[in-house]
């Protein structure tokens, strides 16, 4: 019977052999998804586009064996965390312990056995679940739910690289929540866990696009990151996740402005990601923009375009 975990999961064949494909991939359509590649460079393009759950590799390939492709696999991020299970006729030990150094995970034999080759495939599966399940939870911030800091630079990291080549603007929004500490000395930890909870659940409202996320950034703290976003619609939608926070009407009794809700300033910076300026300026520009917006009042937005100076100029220009 099929597990939970088997669903839509996705086996990759790399052989060179129509015969042992068609075996392979009969011995396994049942529970599992196929793609195939008869050769190294295709199989590696399958991987890197389609980014299967395991890898069934064959050694001995033209043009390129089985151990080069399994190198260059483990050397892509993309892909160096796709398990891989060498199959091939190659049976001695010294071929076993290179394919093993190499980074596979397991080493079968030819002639193979069919129970052996789905018990090992199910069982690697299982392990790539567990390990990506363990991975997306140290990626989570527990108490609000979403992605938190670790993740935040992960994701700036691969926007700006990725905003750079194309040459398109990328926006971050900093914000933190007024006088929270007011808040928990007077209403106590478990309502400012639940107030957290809440801003974090009315924070992504507005973003519409896959590509734009908002993260737990630390303590009251929250980060945007919206890749191919100019200035002007990062504003926007600076001003959008203010007014949803105020929709919440939490009270506030003992904030030290005249505002009785929870609120959040908001600090908005933009760039084309060049080689002058890095993603650790983006977010400190959003950081100084937002103690503008808390200069000025609180319960606002303050923004700036970078454009890549060393000395810029803090005269925000916001919202």
């Not at 478990?190 to 303590?219: M, N, Q, T």
């Not at 910076?269 to 100084?288: E, G, W």
Request: aromatic share 6%.
């Amino acid at each position: 019977m099929m597990t939970e975990v088997q669903r839509d999961k996705t086996v990759l064949i790399i052989d060179d052999s129509p015969i042992n494909i068609e075996h392979l991939a009969q011995v396994l359509k049942s529970e599992y998804n196929i793609k195939v590649a008869n050769s190294g460079g295709p199989g590696i393009e399958v991987a890197r586009n389609q980014s299967p759950d395991l890898i069934l590799l064959d050694v001995v390939m033209p043009d390129m064996d089985g151990y080069e492709v399994c190198r260059r696999l483990k050397a892509d991020d993309a892909t160096r965390k796709i398990p891989i299970i060498f199959i091939t006729t190659k049976n001695e030990m010294e071929d076993e312990t290179l394919g093993l150094t190499l980074g596979a995970v397991d080493y079968i034999t030819k002639p193979f056995r069919t129970p052996i080759v789905r018990a090992r495939v199910r069982n690697h599966i299982q392990l790539k679940h567990n390990s990506d399940l363990l991975e997306k939870l140290a990626m989570i911030d527990a108490l609000t739910n979403l992605p938190n800091r670790r993740r935040f630079e992960q994701i700036l990291k691969r926007e700006w690289a990725r905003c750079r080549r194309s040459q398109e603007p990328l926006s971050i929004i900093l914000l933190d929540i007024d006088h929270f500490k007011q808040f928990n000395d007077h209403y106590g930890h478990l309502a400012g866990d639940r107030c957290l909870s809440r801003v974090a659940r009315a924070l992504p409202i507005p973003l519409k696009r896959p590509a734009d996320s908002v993260f737990r950034y630390g303590g009251e703290e929250f980060i945007a990151v919206l890749p191919e976003t100019d200035h002007s619609v990062g504003l926007n939608l600076a001003e959008e996740m203010r007014a949803q926070v105020a929709k919440l009407l939490i009270p506030h009794a003992y904030s030290s402005t005249n505002h009785p809700y929870i609120s959040v300033s908001l600090g908005v910076t933009t760039t084309t990601p060049n080689s002058r300026s890095t993603p650790r300026t983006l977010v400190q520009l959003a950081d100084k923009m937002l103690y503008a917006a808390k200069n000025a009042g609180r319960n606002c937005v303050m923004g700036k375009v970078f454009n890549g100076e060393t000395d810029y100029d803090l005269d925000p220009a916001g919202a």
